[in-house]
T-cell receptor, first 114, second 109 residues
Framework: GAGVSQSPSNKVTEKGKDVELRCDPI?????LYWYRQRLGQGLEFLIY????????KSGLPSDRFSAERTGESVSTLTIQRTQQEDSAVYLC????????????FGPGTRLTVT | TQLLEQSPQFLSIQEGENLTVYCNSS?????LQWYRQEPGEGPVLLVT?????EVKKLKRLTFQFGDARKDSSLHITAAQPGDTGLYLC?????????FGKGTSLLVTP
């Protein structure tokens, strides 16, 4: 079956513009995560969705960041008024309801803010 | 706060050599996972360990979970250029995964 897909794969934007990143999880996976990975760094947790429960937004770095997910489908991560420090790879992962919390990652969106 | 420390940060070896990378924490985790990430791609799960002292083998890769479930190691035997990549460990606590910064491995022919 298809894996997690993300779009766009690359995004270059000017400082101050808004960007929207998209994630299509594996069908049937109830949980969805967004992470940020800066160059040479590990994965920084941003937000977690589980079904129709309230999302865990504790990792969002500022109020310029927001994310939405309708049910168990597509999710979008929006960054408003982008700053240069937002430049990073944004990774999405989905997870089935059962198992040992293994996450399945998409290829990421590389965001460059100029 | 970086809960998981990975070492070494960088490792460059020749094909055929053996190596071990480490993942250490002061926290206890319910599970620990190892991922490999290649440039331009997302991390891919290699293994999950859940029991203290557990050892899992995946071809030339051997994973061990510490008795206290706070640390783990990954040993690669006879490394190959295809093993090149960023190796990330992640400790599980509930639904969350806490990732280390990774060990960047380069295997040259």
């Amino acid at each position: 079956g298809a894996g997690v897909s993300q779009s766009p794969s690359n995004k270059v934007t000017e400082k101050g513009k808004d960007v929207e990143l998209r994630c299509d999880p594996i069908s049937g996976h109830t949980a969805l995560y967004w992470y940020r990975q800066r160059l040479g760094q590990g994965l920084e947790f941003l937000i977690y969705f589980q079904g129709n429960s309230a999302p865990d937004k504790s990792g969002l770095p500022s109020d310029r960041f927001s994310a939405e997910r309708t049910g168990e489908s597509v999710s979008t991560l929006t960054i408003q008024r982008t700053q240069q420090e937002d430049s990073a790879v944004y990774l999405c992962a989905s997870r089935p309801h059962t198992g040992n919390y293994e996450q399945y990652f998409g290829p990421g969106t590389r965001l460059t803010v100029t | 706060t970086q809960l998981l420390e990975q070492s070494p940060q960088f490792l460059s070896i020749q094909e055929g050599e053996n190596l071990t990378v480490y993942c250490n924490s002061s926290s206890v985790f319910s599970s620990l996972q190892w991922y490999r990430q290649e440039p331009g791609e997302g991390p891919v799960l290699l293994v999950t360990v859940v029991t203290g002292g557990e050892v899992k083998k995946l071809k030339r890769l051997t994973f061990q979970f510490g008795d206290a479930r706070k640390d783990s190691s990954l040993h690669i035997t006879a490394a190959q250029p295809g093993d090149t990549g960023l190796y990330l460990c992640a400790g599980g606590s509930g639904y969350a995964l806490n990732f280390g910064k990774g060990t960047s491995l380069l295997v040259t022919p």
